[in-house]
């Protein structure tokens, strides 16, 4: 890592302008019979030439390569003893976020430059490339993995704060933390998988079993976030992490047709403070603008013969995943809402040579994602297939190492993972 870590450096040095440390000195040459070299040196004789080759008189090696190793040890503490402290934090920033799991173990002051005033400044100009992915198992509700997509590894957190003698479900995150609500809609936990901050929410008023849905949206510049618990029925609360409590705003209005359709496994998708609601009978979109709370409905069919729907969003584009059936055929299609015509059109399907592997069987679909990176959860009898899929690139990739046969996905949702984000 100090390699990688040193060659990013020299790169900093040389982006900025400031100057290279000095080369080491170069030893004069050694010579075994004079102790300065002459300028001219007469032409051997024979037999000079000769004794030379007997003699074969050589420097000792170890000790040229021992003096020559304390030299570059030497070098380098010079070059770290005076190395500034802020180009050292925005180094240390621009590392890959799994390098971090090692770099707090390795000592205490490693581990407490995360939290410094100058660390939280550098790591907030930059965002990681692609989201992360938080899911469970039906096997085990109470233990999460988390899956990187830019190294295709997967993370086992611990999450001690959150109580054990219950279930909780990842519901919904915003700003790198992740929401978590019990299965008796009623306590709230937010927390930072990477980090560990914790926080517990206020109960709410009341304990209701009816089907929910739960969006968050957070402030980049504040890291203030709220968080929208809306039900079946159309009543709907919003919580506000500058107060700290939640605020009953009422019921949707009388144009919107209800019950709605929702479960916690149909992701919201957050887009330019609007939460999006993916709704059926009738099909289409219920959105909610968190700072006016203003409501709107699009009602948009569904394409034909499609099934398993689900919102994602890409670059403030909304868009649909599905699986689309003739007959022993199946195929995960992707739509996009056009704003013109409010409709949905077809804009990626997933290859030939992995719908071949979905040929003969039901397959039932869960999705996971936001910011322009999708995972599909494939089930079927005896077989759970993880697929990742990078809307811009249109890539499809398979994922393995986590999910073991007759066992799936049983929650999930996507997040950016962050370093400084507090619950």
Same mark, same amino acid.
């Given at each position: 890592?100090?390699?990688?870590?040193?060659?990013?450096?020299?790169?900093?040095?040389?982006?900025?302008?400031?100057?290279?440390?000095?080369?080491?000195?170069?030893?004069?040459?050694?010579?075994?019979?004079?102790?300065?070299p002459p300028t001219t040196l007469p032409p051997p004789w024979p037999s000079q030439l000769h004794d030379d080759r007997k003699s074969k008189r050589t420097p000792k090696e170890p000790k040229r390569i021992e003096t020559c190793g304390s030299k570059s040890n030497e070098t380098m503490e010079e070059i770290w003893r005076y190395f500034p402290d802020d180009l050292y934090e925005a180094v240390i920033a621009r590392l890959p976020i799994a390098a971090f799991f090692r770099f707090r173990s390795v000592c205490r002051n490693w581990n407490s430059l995360l939290t410094s005033d100058g660390f939280t400044s550098q790591c907030s100009q930059f965002r990681p490339p692609q989201p992360w992915f938080y899911t469970i198992t039906h096997e085990?509700?109470?233990?999460?993995?988390?899956?990187d997509p830019v190294s295709r590894k997967w993370h086992h957190p611990i999450l001690p704060k959150i109580p054990t003698n219950t279930i909780f479900f990842?519901?919904?995150?915003?700003?790198?933390?992740?929401?978590?609500?019990?299965?008796?809609?009623?306590?709230?936990?937010?927390?930072?998988?990477?980090?560990?901050?914790?926080?517990?929410?206020?109960?709410?008023?009341?304990?209701?079993?009816?089907?929910?849905?739960?969006?968050?949206?957070?402030e980049k510049s504040s890291g203030a976030y709220k968080i929208m618990w809306l039900s079946s029925n159309g009543e709907y609360e919003v919580y506000n992490s500058r107060n700290d409590r939640w605020q009953r705003l009422g019921t949707m209005p009388e144009c919107i047709k209800l019950p709605l359709s929702l479960n916690l496994t149909l992701q919201v998708v957050a887009a330019d403070g609007w939460l999006y609601f993916l709704r059926s009978d009738p099909d289409g979109i219920v959105s909610f603008e968190m700072d006016s709370g203003v409501w709107k409905e699009y009602l948009i069919p569904f394409p034909p013969e499609s099934r398993d729907?689900?919102?994602?969003?890409?670059?403030?584009?909304? *868009?649909? +995943?599905?699986?689309?059936?003739?007959?022993?055929?199946?195929? $995960?299609?992707?739509? !996009? #809402?056009?704003? *013109?015509? +409010?409709?949905?059109?077809?804009?990626?399907?997933?290859?030939? $040579?992995?719908?071949? !592997? #979905?040929?003969?069987?039901? +397959?039932?679909?869960?999705?996971?994602?936001n910011g322009g990176l999708v995972m599909f959860s494939l089930e079927s009898k005896m077989t759970n297939r993880l697929i990742t899929y990078d809307i811009l690139k249109k890539e499809w990739l398979k994922v393995n190492g986590c999910v073991r046969k007759g066992v799936w996905i049983a929650c999930g949702t996507a997040f950016h993972p962050s370093l400084t984000a507090m619950a």
């Open positions: 890592m100090f390699r990688q870590l040193i060659s990013q450096v020299q790169d900093l040095v040389d982006l900025h302008g400031f100057p290279t440390p000095p080369p080491p000195p170069v030893a004069p040459p050694s010579y075994f019979f004079h102790s300065q085990n509700v109470n233990s999460g993995a988390m899956y990842p519901v919904a995150s915003a700003g790198g933390l992740l929401c978590f609500l019990d299965i008796g809609h009623r306590t709230f936990y937010v927390c930072n998988p990477l980090t560990s901050s914790f926080k517990e929410l206020p109960t709410r008023s009341a304990k209701v079993w009816q089907r929910v849905a739960v969006g968050m949206i957070s729907h689900a919102l994602t969003e890409c670059g403030g584009r909304i *868009m649909m +995943v599905g699986v689309v059936t003739k007959g022993p055929a199946s195929c $995960v299609c992707v739509w !996009e #809402l056009q704003k *013109m015509t +409010v409709l949905w059109t077809e804009v990626d399907r997933m290859p030939n $040579v992995l719908c071949l !592997e #979905l040929y003969g069987k039901h +397959v039932k679909l869960s999705c996971l994602g």
